[in-house]
């Protein structure tokens, strides 16, 4: 064997040497939706728990720059991270599989790269150059992928292609990793294929002709994959395996059946079982360090052990696609898991109030009323109707940056009396603007990244709601908003009941209200749903769930 081929003693107990950076990328074929995400993730976790230093970036071969512009129902959440980053929901995924921070940098687009690129022409770094796809849009592409992996020091980055092979957009970033392959060596990088074994109910068996097309159209590129995964709603059969193997040329162990799960926290084990750890590492020639995957397990089987259910209603106006909210779904199952319950998330349109006010009272029958983040007049009449229907019925209620804005704007209206109050967002003319811009973006012009954005530190006012729910003075949270409370009317509010008890920024920014007579009425400026993690639920959606379960258990009594 080469000396550079010798697989590196990684064992528990020995001084490990460093290691040639290794890179594991990630691509998709047959169709979107197919989890590609999850499964990036979950290797990445199942490295991480066999010691590695491990971090992941994704790619979306989209034009736009960043996430931040686009609607959720054409493309999912938009996810924030610490530094303001607007990401792709899966930069979600991989912080809550690993709990790490992610950066802005951890999501690379199409757009990014481009602009980057024609910046650097018109300040001059190509004279004299024809400025092409090869080299320059993958160098840059190249660029990127090495900065993530240095600047989190990392044994091992997993980089995922969003899109499926065969896209037109996808083929520079599919040709920087055939370059990558060529320049770190084939012992430090890895390609795994994530895609697809259909079954037809008309003849039952798992068909590989989807699988075989795609792998092609991937040779094509010029990439052969060294792993395979295959998603499908059961195990795949020794004759699937054997098939796939024999038209992909890749090896029968690293074909690896990936089948629905109840839960998306038990694909690690599931590829765990399926010896991904050890095909990934023999390809990179290292060995697992440790193995706490039993930590990870008693996690995981938190959310398929469920005693009980509880029915949430998530009133939005981007209910038609469940991934718009995917950062909350996850937030509610956290808490759920964590007490021991399932969690049952209802979709439901706001704009259906608006045509039929007294439909409200359908919503008696959940044991929580939840309104998420949004944008713009759509739907806004029906949220501030459900925040005040909640209120007046003692449900449990938890509101979210526009939720929280909601909930403000309602109790002007029918405790304060100020009946045209509203946000200046939905109607610039009101007599009395609740909600108002935030002083700093009246310049702004440009939409893209422009928001109040990121992580920032709060202060919890004692002896309220919000310093029993965080058990400190003082949080990190993230946001994402041009609007905020009009503090001119904070002592209206106080006298009438609703409290503001957390407050950033010297005091400028009002982050959290609460209603103490309500059995649980709370609202975020922020983003709580963020930084939950599976095994570690964000404060607020715990309590809210606590106090769901106990509406449910005084309804049944």
């Known amino acids: 064997m080469p000396e550079e081929e010798t697989p590196y003693d990684l064992s528990a107990g020995k001084t490990y040497p460093p290691l ?17 995400g999850i499964t990036a993730a979950s290797i990445a976790k199942l490295l991480q728990l066999s010691g590695f230093s491990v971090s992941c970036l994704k790619i979306d071969p989209y034009l736009n720059v960043d996430a931040g512009t686009m609607n959720p129902i054409a493309h999912g959440e938009v996810f924030v991270t610490d530094d303001g980053g607007e990401t792709d929901m899966d930069i979600g995924n991989y912080e809550r599989f690993l709990d790490v921070n992610l950066t802005r940098d951890h999501n690379l687009t199409t757009g990014f790269v481009y602009l980057k690129v024609i910046q650097e022409e018109r300040n001059g770094k190509y004279l004299g150059k024809c400025v092409q ?12 992928i090495r900065k993530v992996a240095d600047q989190n020091n990392t044994d091992i980055l997993l980089v995922e292609c969003g899109g499926t092979v ?6 520079p970033f599919l040709e920087a990793f055939r370059q990558m392959r060529l320049e770190v060596g ?48 059961n195990m795949l059969t020794r004759d699937t395996r054997e098939k796939i193997s024999l038209f992909t040329s890749v090896e029968m162990k690293s074909v690896v059946s990936n089948p629905d799960a109840k839960s998306i926290y038990q694909v690690p084990d599931i590829l765990r079982s399926e010896g991904v750890v050890e095909t990934i590492c023999e390809r990179l020639r290292v060995a697992p360090r440790t193995s706490n995957f039993q930590t990870w397990q008693k996690i995981a089987d938190q959310f398929v052990t469920t005693k009980d259910t509880l029915r949430i209603a998530m009133v939005g106006k981007y209910v038609s696609l469940s991934d718009s909210y995917a950062s909350v779904n996850e937030a509610l199952s956290h808490a759920g898991a964590q007490q021991g319950l399932g969690v049952i998330v209802e979709n439901v349109d706001s704009q259906e109030f608006e045509t039929r006010p007294e439909s409200t009272s359908k919503l008696s029958q959940f044991h929580g009323i939840l309104i998420p983040q949004g944008f713009g007049k759509r739907g806004s009449e029906g949220k501030i109707l459900v925040a005040d229907y909640a209120r007046e019925n003692a449900i449990p209620y938890l509101g979210l940056c526009f939720g929280f804005q909601m909930a403000i704007v309602s109790f002007a209206r029918y405790v304060l009396g100020l009946v045209d109050a509203n946000s200046t967002e939905l109607n610039p003319y009101t007599k009395n603007p609740v909600i108002d811009l935030l002083p700093e973006q009246k310049l702004v012009k440009d939409l893209g990244g422009s928001m109040r954005l990121g992580g920032h530190d709060i202060e919890i006012t004692d002896g309220t709601m919000a310093s029993r729910i965080y058990q400190k003075q003082q949080i990190r949270e993230r946001h994402r908003h041009r609007y905020e409370l009009n503090q001119s009317y904070l002592s209206a509010f106080e006298r009438a009941g609703m409290h503001f008890t957390a407050f950033s920024d010297g005091g400028k920014r009002t982050e959290i209200l609460e209603i103490r007579e309500h059995p649980f009425y709370f609202a975020t400026q922020f983003h709580p749903e963020y930084i939950s993690r599976p095994g570690k639920p964000e404060p607020s959606y715990l309590n809210f769930v606590k106090a769901a379960a106990s509406r449910k258990v005084a309804i049944l009594a």
């Open 133 to 144: 796809i090869i080299p320059h849009i993958t160098d840059a592409i190249k660029e990127r």
């Open 186 to 233: 084939a012992a430090n990088s890895v390609f795994v294929h994530v895609t697809l074994a259909p079954v037809l109910e008309t003849v039952g068996e798992q068909k590989t002709k989807p699988t075989q097309h795609s792998v092609q159209e991937l040779r094509r590129i010029g990439i052969q994959p060294d792993v395979i995964v295959v998603r499908s709603k």
């Open 166 to 171: 065969g896209d037109i957009e996808s083929l």
């Open 20 to 36: 040639p950076r290794k890179y594991v990328f990630v691509t998709g074929g047959v169709m979107s939706g197919l989890g590609k």
